[in-house]
């Protein structure tokens, strides 16, 4: 064994110096307290403000390296938690999804749609919606510079949204599929009214103004819109959804024998009254939701401020949605209370398309007729008119010049009295 350092005794505890009980003991201080030992001095513990001195250096550095921030990132999100991984963080992202669901089991025939217009229509505005989210969320910036930056003005998010409720209320009825039209429709609604509709800046402010639809002439037509979407949801048609069979051979017999035809059953049924007829509603004929799509945009159109620019053609839009409606009624129509009460609420907007087109005639009649433009400017015309100043008994206005523009006036000095000219005095009687 080697021989101790010399002026240390005693054995190995004595050298160690008493710790209280009430402080940690941490790794560093033993290895500290070792190596003093090995090197044959005493052995002095840290004071524990020095201690959590060396802690809290260390601790600041280690956040500073964990929260280094070369600007790559957003900010901190501390919205709701259920769109913290949403893309965006947007709640009409969530809602596209519902509806992307609700699409999808459309495909299958046990599950009602919105049709193929309405399909194609709720894509296309989706794709735009999430393309405008992630625009202004500043996500996905390569892909959303590839569209126009006219398809991101707050006018399609609201017109997608007008379209989601018109489709909402197609789908109205009891089913799974509704829900789900139901639950993504509000969000989506929910969402874009709170962004680009509402408010002293929206485009319901802007544009609209439903004040102008309670008035006398067009509340005839808001009557009439709202009939012929009610009475989308009455019975329209029957069908028979019995399958033909046809008949099948009769042996040979006498002649006496007669065979009546009859329609047989592919299977043993139970024929009951109604059985294996389905009524089919408005909404089950094609070319529904595009006409419900119409009478709605007429609304619309009818609910313009009056300081809003429209085109030319928009006076001709009542009676086209008229003649559109009255066309699809007469190719579906029945002896049915659906498609009669449909035709009277399209008389109604036909009174109003009517109107319109009444007006817009008496303006084209009652425009001022342009007067003759000689090409001359106003500054011109002026300046060819003569001075007042410079104006003889003469040239006034009205006055009939009696004397040449060549002939001299004569002077009054070389006059004689013959060539004075009398006076007419007034014959007395």
């Known amino acids: 064994m080697p021989e101790p350092p010399p002026g240390v005794t005693g054995s190995r505890p004595t050298l160690r110096a008493r710790r209280s009980m009430e402080e940690p003991s941490y790794a560093a201080d033993i290895i500290d307290e070792a190596e003093a030992h090995r090197q044959g001095v005493d052995y002095v513990p840290p004071a524990p403000a020095a201690k959590s001195k060396s802690k809290v250096i260390a601790t600041a550095t280690a956040d500073t390296a964990e929260d280094t921030d070369p600007g790559q990132t957003g900010p901190k999100y501390d919205g709701p938690r259920w769109l913290a991984s949403v893309p965006a963080h947007s709640q009409s992202v969530v809602g596209l999804a519902v509806l992307a669901f609700a699409l999808a089991l459309s495909i299958l025939p046990a599950f009602d749609g919105v049709g193929v217009v309405g399909t194609l229509l709720a894509l296309v505005g989706g794709v735009l919606l999430v393309a405008r989210e992630l625009r202004l969320a500043g996500e996905a910036s390569s892909v959303t510079k590839l569209l126009p930056a006219v398809l991101y003005r707050p006018e399609v998010p609201a017109a997608y949204a007008a379209l989601l409720t018109a489709l909402a209320v197609r789908m109205l009825g009891l089913g799974f599929t509704p829900v789900l039209w139901l639950l993504g429709a509000g969000l989506v609604v929910h969402d874009q009214y709170r962004k680009v509709i509402a408010g002293p800046e929206g485009v319901l ?16 037509a808001l009557g009439g ?7 989308l949801f009455a019975p329209w048609a029957t069908v028979s959804t019995m399958p033909e069979v046809a008949n099948a051979p009769v042996p040979a017999g006498p002649p006496e024998l007669h065979v009546i035809p009859s329609q047989r059953a592919a299977d043993d049924v139970l024929y009951t ?42 006076r001709f839009a009542p009676a086209g949605v008229v003649g559109v409606g009255l066309l699809w009624a007469l190719l579906h129509i029945r002896i049915s209370p659906g498609p009669i009460i449909f035709v009277i609420g399209l008389g109604a907007v036909g009174v109003q398309a009517f109107r319109q087109l009444r007006e817009a005639q008496l303006q084209a009649y009652a425009a001022p007729v342009p007067a003759y433009d000689d090409g001359m400017d106003e500054t011109e015309r002026l300046d060819d008119e003569p001075d007042p100043d410079d104006m ?14 060549d002939e001299p006036e004569p002077d009054p000095d070389d006059m004689g009295p013959d060539d004075e000219m009398e006076d007419v005095k007034p014959r007395r009687r």
Do not use: H, K, M, N
Not at 205 to 220: K, N
Not at 225 to 231: E, R
Not at 392 to 405: C, H, L
């Open 392 to 405: 003889g008994p003469d040239d006034e206005p009205g006055a009939y010049a009696t004397r040449p523009d």
């Open 225 to 231: 819109v709202a009939l012929c979407v009610l009475t």
């Open 273 to 314: 009254a109604g059985a294996g007829i389905t009524t089919l509603s408005g909404w089950d004929l094609s070319g529904a939701v595009v006409v419900e799509l119409l009478l709605l945009s007429l609304l619309g159109l009818l609910a313009l401020r009056p300081e809003v620019s429209r085109p030319a053609w928009t």
């Open 205 to 220: 402010a802007r544009y609209f103004d439903g004040r102008q639809l309670l008035v006398v002439p067009e509340v005839v």
